[in-house]
């Protein structure tokens, strides 16, 4: 019993470290006072000025362009180059492996240092920029979450589709689509969360007039926070809430059916 009631205490102190913090920007973002310590009322003063301020609207939507066009095309390059991967032989694939954990155990600064030594010598720097680094460091979380997945299916099926005469693409969508679709989905999810809130390497390869949430934060904390940002990170913390709400709905439903057509 207390073995199970210090598991208990343990686990609420963690939980607590974790979520205490956002229920508390959760609160200031409805706060009518600036003040972080006194409580002035409840309003949704902060929401209207936010939807209001064109410098903070402004750079959520070039966070959010460059966060889905990333994150978009570093899945479908990261799930290719997974199926490359996975076809490899096992020395081919080790070294393969070692070069895809390179960029993840790199610091965020020299990625974005090199990077934007690169864009300088070939090019000017500017959204485009932001973009190709965005791709870049997001493809080896694609791969590491798609490979698994790969590594699952039988090869058998696959063969036995060209063998009944199936064309390669449509027994690739057919046997071998539907059984990597989680580790795809888990990867893109991934890829969004890194680029989302990336500072370091959007900030050496941004060029001048381009501004993301994390470096426009950057930039105004000579002044202060704002509020409106409260407001900001608490929509962005039920979007993110939400889609991980439904993720986990269909996943449970899917499981289910699944077991449903096994009996």
């Not at 027994?171 to 580790?183: L, R």
């Amino acid at each position: 019993m207390v073995k199970k009631g210090l598991e208990r205490i343990y686990l609420i102190l963690i939980f607590l470290f974790l979520y205490l913090p956002i229920a508390v920007l959760i609160v200031l973002s409805f706060n009518d006072s600036k003040s972080r310590v006194m409580w002035g009322g409840f309003t949704f003063k902060w929401y209207r000025e936010l939807l209001e301020s064109s410098m903070i609207m402004e750079a959520f939507q070039t966070t959010i362009v460059i966060t889905l066009a990333a994150s978009t095309l570093a899945t479908l390059l990261g799930t290719m180059a997974a199926i490359g991967i996975h076809a490899m032989k096992k020395r081919n694939r080790t070294l393969m492996l070692g070069a895809t954990n390179i960029p993840l155990l790199n610091a965020d600064i020299v990625t974005g240092i090199s990077m934007m030594l690169i864009f300088v010598r070939f090019t000017s720097l500017g959204l485009h920029t932001v973009l190709i680094a965005h791709i870049t460091f997001n493809i080896p979380y694609v791969i590491l979450n798609v490979l698994p997945k790969l590594n699952q299916t039988s090869a058998s099926a696959y063969e036995a589709a060209l063998d009944l005469g199936a064309k390669p693409l449509y027994a690739f969508f057919k046997i071998v689509w539907p059984q990597i679709v989680p580790g795809v989905l888990s990867g893109f999810l991934m890829s969004v969360t890194m680029s989302l809130d990336d500072f370091s390497i959007t900030y050496f390869t941004k060029g001048a007039g381009v501004n993301t949430l994390s470096t426009m934060i950057y930039t105004e904390l000579r002044k202060g926070i704002m509020p409106q940002m409260y407001a900001l990170s608490t929509i962005l913390f039920l979007i993110a809430f939400a889609l991980l709400l439904l993720i986990n709905f269909r996943s449970s439903r899917a499981a289910k059916q699944a077991e449903q057509t096994s009996y």
